[in-house]
């Protein structure tokens, strides 16, 4: 079970790319940083991704830096979404600004899940020991995209 919740969620990284690739013409400012940062977020779990499906070699000291970089964005989150920064080709919703505290909430709880993921990449003898830890950094994406992003 815990297996396909992880190739899933990598799959739907990977779909995102190219979406996101797409979606990044036109903006600027603020707008065009964050959607860079998520970006280098999304990269840095698939790095991670890709070693729990075996289409990367397991590297301990890989998984550990993408995990750390992914809690260092994180932090950053916050300061990405000044209020009211909502102009195309941005994807958030006002409701960020609405419910401030549960986005930064979300945000604080990545960051927790991320270095407990490159906790468990320092320990892990192969990338299985990573799975619980990426789903649970996963659940605080799919947890912020689902009540503060524009769906299609």
Do not use: Y
């Not at 809690?71 to 989150?77: G, K, N, T, Y």
Request: aromatic share 6%; glycine share 6%; proline share 3%.
């Amino acid at each position: 079970m815990m297996t396909i919740k992880a190739i899933t969620f990598a799959s739907i990284l990977l779909a995102a790319t190219a979406i996101g690739a797409f979606a990044h013409s036109g903006a600027k400012g603020v707008v065009m940083e964050r959607m860079e940062l998520m970006k280098s977020i999304q990269g840095h779990m698939k790095t991670v991704g890709e070693m729990i499906q075996g289409k990367r070699a397991f590297k301990a000291a890989d998984a550990k830096s993408a995990a750390e970089n992914v809690a260092q964005h994180a932090d950053e989150l916050p300061h990405k979404f000044p209020e009211g920064t909502v102009d195309h080709p941005s994807e958030a919703l006002p409701s960020i600004w609405q419910d401030w505290e549960r986005f930064v909430s979300i945000a604080d709880e990545m960051k927790i899940r991320a270095l407990a993921l490159a906790d468990a990449a320092e320990i892990s003898s192969d990338a299985s020991g990573l799975r619980p830890a990426f789903t649970a950094v996963g659940k605080t994406c799919s947890a912020c995209h689902e009540d503060f992003r524009k769906t299609n």
